[in-house]
């Protein structure tokens, strides 16, 4: 349990405390990038004093890969959920796009951490997000390979190009005020993703 900066015997239960400084650390990092956030802000932002802040983080480096291994958490989930929310193809290719446009609405951007990380190059960092990706591909792999006569390489290539078309065009949605609704914009993606992988030999009945 912890009390809050501000001294008024406000107690936390640990988990609590931890999404608290969480969620606080990610506004900052969103706001202001890896490099220019500081533990002072982050502290303040969560109502808490750095000593608090220390005993459930040892640094800013811990703060930054415990929030993307809980987003990278959020978005696989999400598409694990929409690769297993029907046994149609076309249903589950529209599904995967509408994932990744669910996940660029979240509040607090939480997309600009895995997709936009200004810490990429750094391998502690690109290595987790690399694992990420080559997971939520896989997934799709798995999924696209059952149905086809692809080859798991090539499934993989093509979950691959899937989960990229996706990313790509979802930030590009949120970030530049286009115009399109979510609806609107999965429809055209979604139909894009799934002419391209309905062009592959199946084992089961294709819907156009």
Not at 8 to 31: I, T, Y
Not at 143 to 154: N, Q, R, V
Request: aromatic content about 8%.
């Amino acid at each position: 349990m912890d009390t809050d900066l501000n001294g008024r015997g406000q107690r936390l239960p640990r988990s609590e405390r931890r999404l608290q400084l969480l969620e606080a650390a990610q506004a900052a990092f969103v706001e202001q990038g890896y490099h220019a956030a500081a533990m002072d802000d982050i502290a303040i932002r969560a109502g808490v004093s750095k000593p608090v802040l220390y005993q459930h983080f040892p640094g800013k480096q811990e703060l930054y890969l415990a929030l993307l291994d809980y987003h990278s958490a959020e978005l696989e989930a999400l598409v694990k959920d929409a690769i297993e929310s029907s046994t149609e193809n076309k249903a589950r290719v529209y599904a995967t796009v509408a994932a990744y446009y669910d996940f660029v609405e979240r509040e607090g951007a939480p997309f600009r951490l895995l997709f936009e990380s200004d810490l990429a190059n750094e391998p502690v960092v690109g290595d987790r997000l690399e694992s990420m990706f080559d997971r939520i591909a896989e997934d799709v792999a798995e999924a696209i390979a059952g149905d086809t006569t692809l080859s798991s390489e090539e499934a993989k290539l093509v979950g691959m190009a899937l989960t990229g078309l996706a990313q790509v065009s979802a930030r590009h949605w949120i970030s530049r005020d286009v115009v399109l609704t979510k609806a609107e914009a999965v429809a055209v993606m979604g139909r894009l993703a799934w002419r391209g992988i309905a062009g592959f030999p199946s084992t089961h009945h294709v819907a156009e």
